[in-house]
């Protein structure tokens, strides 16, 4: 048999896979050690970091900011998750029954807003809701609807809902693209078949389609609920976590208390807090949201 | 039940006319099988009689009622699809349920229409199993499964054995027949593999390109071709094809002259014009090994040697290709010059437009016994 340079020994093949590692460890691994050790500190980013063992997180546990934080992120997360789950589907199956062109066309536009940096869309939709000269509450007075031109952005009620609409605008596209691909997996004579046996739409909807896009459902959710908990951009363009702590979630919080209070080692357990949380939710999804076809019985 | 009548049936697709003008009667209990190659508009057929695409002009109607307008449902028509179309989620019990779920059948009775289908299918241990871990043939028999629940009165099949290797076919042929005695329903069979089309059918309706060019029972089509359309499609291999020149016709039948040289009367009925252009038709089965009424020398390149029998194909001095079926034992070897013949019953002669000569073939005395 012919031999390979990587039929030689692992660890002789290690030199391949150094480079990388090495930035790897650099600029991953690294700080997130360190993040995981100053979560134990106490640390004004200047003296040396004092260790105090948990204290942190036991402070997180009473810290009504933190709660605040993690009850508007819950919230979040209809709009980051949820809605835009709903909303792609229908979008995907409504794309789907187009042709050609117009299919194109309408797939591009919904699709549009992801390619975008969030942080720049945050910017523009902090002026599209301003108060006084924002499109939004132009039109809405121009059709006579100026009691409800709210300042949408510094109502303490609507500055979290306002901001989600971004995020759910955001993620509709993506995961109506997501179930396109779903759609398009699926062999279109299975819904056929089901029509020949007389299922209506609702029914074909619920015992066939929903069923057989788990897998996509699954990794929307898995996408969009690390994007949650990872949300920073689009609400620091837009409120910086207020009005009144209305919009803070997390990573605001914890920019608040490293950049500004430099608490830096308070700040990396709400990231580390944060981290865990990804993983428990994905993990809850990935053990429960199971693909329901077939393989293993 | 299970009556079938298309009346001047189209399709159009934008500005493609997929089907053409097509009037057809099948009667109860037939099996009637569509065949023509690829694209031809079988497919496109059968959804037009399951209602799952529109027909443009004409009409259908099943059991005396026009369906034109009737969902799929309610045509009492089952469709088992080219690739199965099972519910990968779903156990095969369930998929077979499927159609008596939709209709909100008791439960008790959908169990044992179940089972029944099952048991006649030899389903009843993979009831439990998802399609995933079925063989291919055992995915045909659930897709079949399917439709048999509902009890129609027709059954249309879109090519259900394509996806099958050699030996699975065959046997699912014998199956499908069996099947069809055992029910005795209306079946609508689909497919563009003629020796499909020859051993189930009761009748065959030959398409091109979205025509009817004949509709008969596999012996008629076999031995009186309506056209060279039909005849190079049926039969395998495919019939050899000569020029030939007329020379008159008679009360005994036409005098032709082919490429070759060789002046033959062969028995058929319509009379040619001196100078027609002709083509005569000869299958390879029906060309032997040394002398017969009519001779040609030919040159054999390939042989391909089956055992039972080998199949020769050559070229003649005047460079027509030819092929020839002969018996495995016979010999020949390629680059030996050989001599063929054949007997002038057996050839057929075609015009210029394709259309047939009818040959003297009575059909009946090659089916009794
Ligand atoms: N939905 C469609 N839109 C446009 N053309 C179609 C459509 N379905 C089939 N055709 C065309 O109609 C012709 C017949 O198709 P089909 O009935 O599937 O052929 P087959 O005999 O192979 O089953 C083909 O040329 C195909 O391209
Ligand atoms: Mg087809």
Redesign the interface.
């Known amino acids: 048999m012919k031999q390979s340079v990587l039929d030689a020994p692992v660890r002789k093949n290690l030199i391949f896979v150094l480079p990388g590692l090495l930035l790897y460890s650099a600029f991953v691994l690294g700080p997130i050690l360190a993040a995981i050790y100053l979560s134990f500190t106490e640390w004004n980013g200047i003296a040396r970091p004092d260790f105090i063992g948990f204290s942190n997180y036991l402070s997180l546990l009473t810290d009504s900011n933190f709660v605040t934080a993690l009850k508007n992120n819950a919230l979040l997360m209809v709009f980051y998750c949820l809605l835009p789950l709903f909303i792609g589907m229908a979008f995907a199956s409504i794309v789907r029954s187009l042709k050609g062109r117009e299919q194109m066309a309408i797939r591009t536009l919904l699709f549009m807003p992801y390619i975008m940096p969030s942080a720049v869309l945050g910017i523009v939709w902090h002026w599209l809701y301003n108060p006084a000269f924002g499109p939004i509450n132009q039109i809405l007075k121009s059709v006579g609807l100026g009691a409800i031109a709210l300042p949408w952005l510094g109502d303490f009620n609507f500055a979290l809902p306002s901001v989600g609409m971004v995020a759910t605008w955001y993620y509709c596209g993506f995961c109506m693209v997501i179930f396109l691909t779903g759609l398009q997996r699926l062999d279109p004579s299975i819904f056929e078949a089901a029509r020949a046996d007389g299922a209506g739409a609702a029914y074909t909807f619920r015992r066939i389609t929903l069923p057989l896009l788990l897998p996509e459902i699954r990794i929307v959710l898995l996408l969009t609920i690390i994007a949650s908990i990872k949300s920073f951009d689009l609400i620091f363009t837009m409120t910086r976590g207020g009005p009144a702590n209305s919009t803070l979630v997390p990573n605001i919080y914890m920019y608040q208390l490293g950049f500004q209070l430099n608490r830096y080692g308070y700040a990396a357990a709400v990231a580390i807090v944060g981290a865990i949380l990804i993983f428990t939710v994905n993990y809850i999804v990935h053990r429960f949201v199971r693909p329901a076809d077939g393989g293993s019985r | 039940m299970g009556h079938l009548k298309l009346q001047a049936v189209t399709k159009t697709f934008g500005n493609v006319e997929v089907i053409r003008a097509t009037d057809l009667t099948i009667e109860e209990g037939e099996f009637v099988v569509f065949v023509g190659p690829s694209g031809c508009g079988k497919s496109t057929m059968l959804r037009m009689i399951?209602?799952?695409e529109e027909i443009s002009s004409g009409t259908i109607a099943i059991d005396g009622r026009v369906v034109n307008d009737i969902?799929?449902?309610?045509r009492g028509?089952?469709?088992v699809?080219?690739?199965y179309?099972?519910?990968?989620?779903m156990t095969v019990f369930e998929n077979i349920a499927?159609?008596l779920r939709?209709?909100k059948l008791a439960k008790g009775e959908v169990d044992q229409r179940v089972r029944r289908a099952a048991e006649l299918l030899k389903l009843s241990d993979r009831l439990?199993?998802?399609?995933?871990?079925l063989s291919g043939g055992q995915r045909q028999r659930v897709a079949i499964g399917?439709a048999i629940v509902?009890e129609p009165s027709v059954f249309l099949f879109d090519e259900p054995l394509s996806n099958l290797d050699a030996a699975l076919r065959s046997e699912m042929r014998v199956e499908l027949s069996r099947l069809h005695a055992s029910l005795g329903n209306t079946m609508i069979y689909v497919t563009h593999d003629q020796i499909e089309a020859m051993t189930m059918a009761t009748k065959i309706v030959v398409l091109r390109a979205g025509r009817v060019e004949q509709v008969g029972s596999p012996l008629e089509l076999f031995h009186k071709p309506a056209n060279r359309f039909v005849a190079g499609f049926i039969g395998n291999p495919t019939m050899n094809f000569i020029a030939a020149e007329g020379i008159s016709s008679s009360a005994e039948g036409a005098t032709v002259r082919l490429s070759t040289g060789l002046e033959l009367k062969l028995p058929v009925n319509g009379s040619i014009e001196s100078g027609e252009a002709l083509e005569l038709g000869i299958r390879p089965d029906d060309l032997v090994l040394g002398g017969a009424d009519a001779q040609i020398e030919m040159t054999p390149e390939v042989v391909e040697r089956l055992g039972n029998q080998s199949v020769v194909h050559g070229i003649t001095k005047t460079d027509q290709p030819l092929c020839a079926v002969i018996g495995g034992d016979r010999p020949i070897s390629p680059g030996r010059p050989t001599r063929l013949g054949f007997d002038v019953a057996k050839a057929h002669l075609f015009r210029n437009d394709g259309t047939a000569l009818e040959r003297r073939v009575d059909l009946q005395s090659l089916v009794a016994d």
């Open positions: 399951a209602g799952l969902a799929p449902v309610e028509i089952a469709m699809f080219q690739s179309a099972l519910y990968p989620h499927f159609p939709v209709a439990e199993y998802k399609p995933g871990e399917r509902r």
